[in-house]
């Protein structure tokens, strides 16, 4: 978890494949309540007894860990390398200069970055318009192009994931295309699951009972997708596949392209850089996204709540009640 919140909802035992959260997982979900000179003081809600209290042991990996993930190696300086006659060692030098810098820097699978290096010198004469791409909505050709990409290369083999690749292009396309809420999101996929039950089972009704199941499981399944998917794993796997095609399009002496704001804007559901502040105050994203249009874009972090204010934007007729005293809060 690397956020803070004024409130922290402890929900679930589990985490990941049906792993109990233990004390320290607890105590570190728990120490996020609570920001710096925003909130002062944090809230955590325990829906669940919290695990009992025990002697924590914190094995901290030191670099003479053996053996030692590439990922770690190729960040290393040679003098902190002890063993330079091994295979590995020999294999991350080999990679030229240019591409080791940029490999390290991304912190992800270096063999996977090696692959998708490959696979974009292969392609990058018949396919130059899905990888030399910038903006913040890429056709779905662009996005399944990328996506597969990274999805067959620096996905983990020992990683859970709750969508399929086809699954995570459409959704990711549907959100991107058409900037829909998370709300609809959810809709669609109610729809979906009522559809499917319906066809499986050759019916045209079904109970409210199984509705409200089948609408319980869509909000849980789309608010993960946002979470781990959209503001977290897919930003960075575009950061990472747009290093690298920047390595092959500069060899080839083309323009290359430049995901870091589609990545941006995915990774905060949308909201202008210049409003990201907004955000972390607490403000909903629903509320600043009703704003945006009203607040220019020369508007930086040290003017933006006196501007707030000096317009009245809390009055803004399509807020509802709860954003307008969201935004009222910060003068």
């Known amino acids: 978890m690397n956020t803070s ?62 053996p030692i993930k590439d990922e770690v190696l190729i960040q290393l300086e040679d003098k902190s390398v002890k063993d330079k006659e091994s295979s590995q060692y020999k294999d991350i030098t080999s990679i030229n200069e240019i591409e080791r810098k940029v490999i390290a820097k991304n912190g992800v699978s270096v063999k996977g970055q090696l692959k998708i290096l490959a696979q974009l010198r292969a392609d990058i004469d018949t396919k130059q318009h899905l990888i030399c791409w910038s903006g913040i909505r890429p056709k779905r050709v662009m996005l399944e192009y990328i996506l597969t990409l990274a999805w067959s290369n620096l996905l983990l083999e020992t990683e859970s994931t709750n969508v399929t690749l086809p699954q995570l292009i459409h959704l990711t396309h549907s959100y991107v295309a058409w900037e829909k809420t998370i709300s609809t999101l959810i809709n669609d996929h109610l729809k979906y699951q009522i559809d499917q039950y319906k066809t499986k089972r050759n019916c045209s009704e079904i109970d409210n009972d199984l509705v409200v199941k089948f609408e319980d499981k869509s909000i849980k399944y789309i608010l993960q997708v946002v979470r ?104």
């Open 5 to 66: 919140a004024k409130n922290i909802v402890y929900f679930d035992t589990k985490k990941g494949r049906d792993i109990p959260i233990d004390y320290f997982d607890y105590s570190n979900i728990k120490g996020r309540a609570g920001r710096m000179m925003v909130h002062y003081t944090g809230n955590i809600y325990n829906f669940n007894i919290p695990p009992q209290k025990e002697d924590i042991i914190v094995d901290i990996p030191f670099f003479q860990q053996n």
């Open 228 to 331: 781990h998917w959209f503001q977290y794993k897919v930003p960075k796997w575009l950061s990472t596949v747009s290093s690298l095609q920047q390595i092959v399009c500069n060899e080839k002496d083309l323009k290359p392209g430049d995901y870091s704001h589609f990545a941006s804007t995915l990774e905060n559901d949308f909201i202008p850089e210049h409003l990201v502040l907004l955000s972390e105050y607490g403000v909903p994203h629903s509320a600043i996204k009703k704003l945006r249009n009203r607040i220019p874009i020369t508007v930086d972090d040290d003017n933006l709540i006196s501007f707030i204010r000096n317009h009245d934007l809390h009055k803004t007729k399509s807020l509802i009640g709860y954003e307008s005293d969201k935004i009222r809060s910060l003068y």
